[in-house]
């Protein structure tokens, strides 16, 4: 009998894994990140891309049976799952898997949170089905990283549709057959490019993993199949996709190691790739003679993935949130990076601007990803230097639960739910013994 592929170990795995086998700390980390994930998603919902994905995905919809967060407003499944994608999604500022930048919980937990609310599902179910979804997206993106983002395909829309199909598939109970035909069948679905990251058509991607994720599950369920080697076949998705794809990379360590548990979430809202950026130029900030006014020129070193990211000239407000230049003048001019200084007037900002121009991005090839270092030239001919390896909420400096919990609160208030904000998050913290998302889904409505 021939060994099995990637495609069928990993369907074996999310159809044989036991909520009881899995530790204690995972189950937390699981938890974090849906709080991280909703507060994102409230934050925007005042936002016009998601009223407008609202709007159309109303027109389209099916009788409603799911929670569209913080809209007052419920659509089928498949809708509601867009829409939350694409609002956790908006600000860049969800959670982050760093060695593949794949943003795991927006295009995952927003189908489990449809279809459990939907059949009436336990809270528990849908951590664990979170977690095994995940997994799924990271191992599939380490297995093609870095090739296949430098290809110019968003890793967070491609991979999140494998991710979002082995969750909703563990959530409907499948086989591990129908698991890996569910996985197999996303291989079809995954799509999104690096080019439209400034715009919404970026979060098109995200939305359409999560609502393909049920899709997926959803025609597995009823007997479709898909190519036994969907993923690393000679035609398959990796390469069709990316470079040659480490198949290793998917299948050592699985259900033992979990790349979900090094799931990180931000400080603030913009690529992960520049917090580096931000902090070096905090510390900076803070030192003896360094004013704004006696900065004549700022050079910003890192690796390839940053300056590919972020080394763009600033023409919209999207752009501010995925540039190196505005990163490094709010952390020299304000002292701050939050959502409001990633919007319009931060863009109209003429000090701003003046500081964007006097930033350079050099290639450092020596810095490992998520890395930066910032050199001043100053008036009076001093040279100021600070590198950040591990900037605040990275893997090795991660955001405590209370300062996740300040996020969500802050997120629940640019919403407009700022009064829910502690209910809720009480029940995401208790989600692990929710009979069902009855209680959770009135709060966040």
């Known amino acids: 009998m021939p060994d099995p592929t990637a495609t069928e170990t990993l369907g074996r795995f999310v159809a044989a894994s036991r909520w009881e086998d899995i530790p204690e700390a995972l189950r937390h980390e699981a938890k974090r990140s849906l709080l991280n994930h909703i507060g994102c998603a409230l ?5 016009p891309v998601v009223r407008i994905a609202a709007k159309v995905m109303r027109g389209l919809s099916a009788a ?14 498949m809708g509601a799952a867009f829409v939350n994608a694409v609002a956790a999604n908006l600000l860049d500022y969800d959670d982050t898997h760093l060695d593949t930048v794949i943003h795991p919980a927006a295009p995952v937990a927003p189908p489990l949170f449809a279809l459990a609310e939907q059949r009436g599902l336990s809270g528990a179910a849908v951590l664990h089905a979170f977690l095994l979804g995940g997994e799924v997206a990271c191992r599939i993106g380490n297995a093609v990283s870095p090739g296949h983002y430098a290809r ?3 890793i967070t829309s491609t991979c999140g549709a494998f991710g979002a199909a ?8 499948l086989d591990s057959a129908q698991a890996a035909q569910a996985i197999g069948i996303a291989s079809s679905e995954a799509a999104g490019t690096v080019e439209n990251l400034p715009t919404a058509a970026k979060n ?19 007997g479709w199949q898909a ?25 050592t360590g699985l259900g033992e190691r979990w790349e979900i548990g090094r799931n990180t979430y931000k400080p603030y809202p913009a690529g992960i790739v520049f917090h580096a950026v931000i902090d070096a130029c905090l510390a900076l900030r803070t030192r003896p003679g360094v004013a704004p006014e006696a900065i004549q020129s700022v050079t910003v070193a890192g690796d390839a993935l940053l300056l590919a990211r972020g ?3 600033v023409r919209n407000e999207r752009d501010l949130r995925v540039s190196i230049h505005h990163s490094a003048a709010l952390g020299l001019l304000r002292g701050r990076a939050g959502v409001l200084d990633f919007e319009a007037p931060a863009l109209a900002d003429a000090a701003l601007a003046a500081m964007r121009a006097r930033v350079t991005a050099v290639l450092d090839e020596a810095l490992p990803r998520g890395a930066a270092r910032v050199t001043l030239r100053l008036a009076d001919g001093r040279v100021e230097t600070a590198t950040v390896i591990h900037p605040r909420g990275s893997e090795a400096t991660p955001l405590t639960d209370a300062e996740l919990e300040t996020k969500f609160r802050d997120n629940a208030a640019l919403g407009g739910c700022a009064e829910r904000a502690a209910a809720q998050i009480e029940a995401i913290w208790a989600l692990d013994r929710a009979p069902d998302l009855t209680r959770l889904m009135a709060l966040l409505a």
Do not use: K, S, Y
Request: glycine share 16%; with cysteine.
């Open 43 to 47: 934050g925007t919902a005042r936002d």
């Open 64 to 77: 409603p049976a799911a929670t569209v967060f913080g809209q007052g407003l419920q659509l089928d499944a």
């Open 152 to 154: 110019g395909w968003h």
């Open 166 to 173: 082995a969750g909703c598939a563990r959530l409907l109970g």
């Open 204 to 222: 098109v991607g995200v939305g359409n993993a999560a609502r393909h994720g049920i899709l997926a599950a959803l025609f597995a369920a009823e």
């Open 227 to 251: 190519a036994p080697a969907a993923i690393e076949g000679p035609l398959g998705w990796a390469r069709a996709c990316g470079d040659e794809a480490d198949m290793a990379a998917i299948t």
């Open 311 to 313: 080394d763009r000239t």
